[in-house]
RNA sequence: GGUGAGUUACUCAAGCGGCCAACGAGGGCAGACUGUAAAUCUGCUGACUAUGUCUUCGAAGGUUCGAAUCCUUCACUCACCA
C-alpha cells in the first residue's frame, strides 16, 4: 500500500529533494494514520487556470489520497511584489483589488480537482502584513546577495547589466518564509520554482521550525506548440473552464510527441499502460490518434461529465471526418447587398476585410459549402453559412 | 554627472534621401498532402469595396519637390567612465 502510494507520489516528478522525508511521511500515515502538510503557492496574477496548472494540482489530489493536507497558499502579497521567476525583465505590480478577484476565481476553479474537505486555503498576506519592517529586516539578515545571484535568472540579468529591484529579492525570501509560517511537511511546485522552493529549506532551519520541507517539483507543461511553456500570455493554453469542444479540439491539435508528455503528465493512466500504448503505436497495431481522441475524451471527463465528452467528440468528427457543419454556429444578420468580406469580419470570422479579400483569394472561403473565387460579392437575401478555412463557420442571414 | 551606441511591423532584424507598406528569419494564417498530428512544398501576412488612397519605422518640430533615412528638441534603453 505505501509503496504503491509512493510510486503514484513520484510517478512525473522532476525531482523530489529529501525523498526519504516523503517516504517517511506516508509510511506513518498509513501506520497510525498522522496527516502531513503539503504546501503549494499560487500566484493570482491570471484569473484562469489552464493544464499547466493542473499538473500541480493533481499531484496534490494524489497527495490527499496519502495523508496529506494542502496548503493552498494565495500569494496576494507576494503578488504585490512579482515573481521573477523566468522573466528576463521586472514584472509589473498588481493592485489589490485585481489580485484578490483573481483569487477567488481560483478557488472556484481549483475545487475541480481538489478535495476540499482537505485543502486549506491560506494568504500570505495573513502573516506578512504583520511581518512588519523589524521582521522584514530580521528575515534579509538570513540570506546574502551573493546567493541569491547564483539564481540564474538573477545571474543572467546581472551580467547582462539589466535591472534587478531590490524587491526581486524579497519575493524568495518571502516565499521561503511561509513555509516557516506554515510549518509545511512538503512543498511543491514547478522545476522553474526550484530556487525559491529551497529557500523554504534554508528558512525553515534558520527559524528553527524543527523541520525541514520536503520538495517535490514537477515539470512545465508544454504548451500547444510543444515548445515553449504553457501560459495564457503565449496563448498555447488548454483553460479547464474552456467549452468541452475547445478543449477535446486543442488536445487533438497537438503533436503526437507532445502527446505522450501529455500523457504522462496528465492522464490518470499508469505508466505501464502508457508504455503500452506507446508500444502498439511504434508497432503500428495502434493509431495515434485514437490515442490522442482517449486523451482528449479523458480531459473533457475531468472538467464536465462522460456525456459532455461524447458529445464533444461527436460534434469534432461530424465537423472534421464527415465534412458536416456544426451543430452551434455563431449567427448574425446583416442587410441584404451587403459585400462578402465585410459580412465575414462582422460575423467574426475575419479581422479585417483586407484579410479577407487574401483569404477569398487563396480559396480559403465557402459559401453554402462551396469556394468563393470572387472577392467583390454582394450577398443577396437568404440565409447563408460562411467558413474559413477548415475550422471556422458562421451563419449569416441576409434580410 | 560625463562620453558613446541605440529605439523599425507580433518577435528578432535589414534599410541610412526617391525603386519602401519597408529585405530576411521566426511566428501566425491559408492551400496541397494527412489523422484539424508532425515533417515537407506553396502562397499570404498595415488598413480601406482597392492596380488607387490613407496611416505606419520611439515623440514632437524642421530642412527638402520628396524623409524610416538629414537637422533640432524631448523621452526611453544599453555600454564605458565617474
Redesign the pocket.
Given at each position: 500500500m505505501v509503496q504503491q502510494a509512493l510510486e503514484e507520489i513520484s510517478r512525473g516528478t522532476a525531482e523530489i529533494i529529501d525523498k526519504e522525508r516523503v517516504e517517511k511521511l506516508v509510511t506513518r500515515y498509513y501506520d497510525d494514520g498522522t496527516t502531513y502538510t503539503v504546501k503549494a503557492g499560487f500566484d493570482p496574477t491570471g484569473a484562469d487556470l489552464h493544464l499547466g496548472h493542473t499538473v500541480l494540482l493533481q499531484k496534490l489530489r494524489v497527495f490527499q489520497k496519502h495523508g496529506g493536507r494542502v496548503q493552498l497558499l494565495i500569494g496576494d502579497f507576494t503578488a504585490t511584489i512579482g515573481d521573477p521567476t523566468g522573466k528576463s525583465e521586472t514584472r509589473k505590480i498588481l493592485d489589490t483589488d485585481t489580485i484578490l478577484a483573481n483569487a477567488k476565481t481560483y478557488q472556484e476553479q481549483v475545487f475541480n480537482i481538489l478535495d476540499e474537505s482537505k485543502t486549506e486555503v491560506v494568504f500570505n498576506s495573513t502573516w506578512l502584513n504583520k511581518l512588519g519592517a523589524a521582521g522584514m529586516v530580521a528575515l534579509t539578515t538570513l540570506f546574502n546577495v551573493a546567493r541569491m545571484l547564483e539564481r540564474d535568472d538573477f545571474e543572467k540579468r546581472y551580467r547582462?547589466?539589466?535591472?534587478i529591484s531590490i524587491s526581486e529579492f524579497l519575493y524568495p525570501l518571502l516565499q521561503g518564509y511561509d513555509s516557516v509560517e506554515l510549518q509545511s511537511d512538503i512543498e511543491i511546485g514547478g522545476t522553474d520554482q526550484k530556487f525559491n522552493l529551497l529557500m523554504g529549506r534554508h528558512l525553515q532551519r534558520a527559524y528553527n521550525v524543527g523541520k525541514e520541507q520536503a520538495v517535490l517539483m514537477m515539470p512545465i507543461l508544454e504548451g500547444l506548440?510543444?515548445v515553449q511553456k504553457m501560459s495564457k500570455s503565449l496563448q498555447n493554453y488548454i483553460g479547464i473552464t474552456e467549452e468541452p469542444k475547445d478543449i477535446?479540439?486543442?488536445t487533438?491539435?497537438?503533436?503526437?510527441?507532445?502527446?505522450w508528455r501529455y500523457y504522462e503528465l496528465l492522464s490518470e493512466n499508469t505508466l505501464e499502460e502508457i508504455a503500452q500504448m506507446k508500444q502498439g503505436v511504434q508497432m503500428g497495431t495502434l493509431?495515434?490518434?485514437t490515442v490522442?481522441e482517449n486523451l482528449a475524451l479523458e480531459l473533457v471527463t475531468r472538467f464536465y461529465n462522460v456525456e459532455l465528452a461524447t458529445l464533444a467528440k461527436e460534434e469534432?468528427d461530424n465537423?472534421?471526418?464527415e465534412n458536416l457543419l456544426p451543430a452551434d454556429m455563431n449567427e448574425i444578420e446583416v442587410e441584404e447587398?451587403?459585400?462578402i468580406?465585410?459580412a465575414l469580419?462582422d460575423a467574426g470570422l475575419e479581422?479585417?476585410?483586407?484579410?479577407?479579400?487574401?483569404?477569398i483569394?487563396?480559396?480559403?472561403v465557402s459559401l453554402n459549402q462551396e469556394k468563393v473565387s470572387d472577392d467583390?460579392l454582394?450577398l443577396s437575401a437568404g440565409e447563408y453559412i460562411l467558413q474559413?478555412?477548415?475550422?471556422?463557420f458562421a451563419k449569416v442571414k441576409v434580410r
Open positions: 547582462a547589466g539589466q535591472s506548440d510543444g477535446y479540439a486543442k487533438l491539435s497537438i503533436s503526437d510527441e507532445l502527446m493509431h495515434p490518434k490522442k469534432f465537423v472534421f471526418k447587398g451587403i459585400w468580406c465585410k469580419v479581422p479585417s476585410t483586407s484579410q479577407a479579400r487574401r483569404d483569394k487563396q480559396n480559403a467583390a454582394n474559413v478555412g477548415k475550422r471556422k
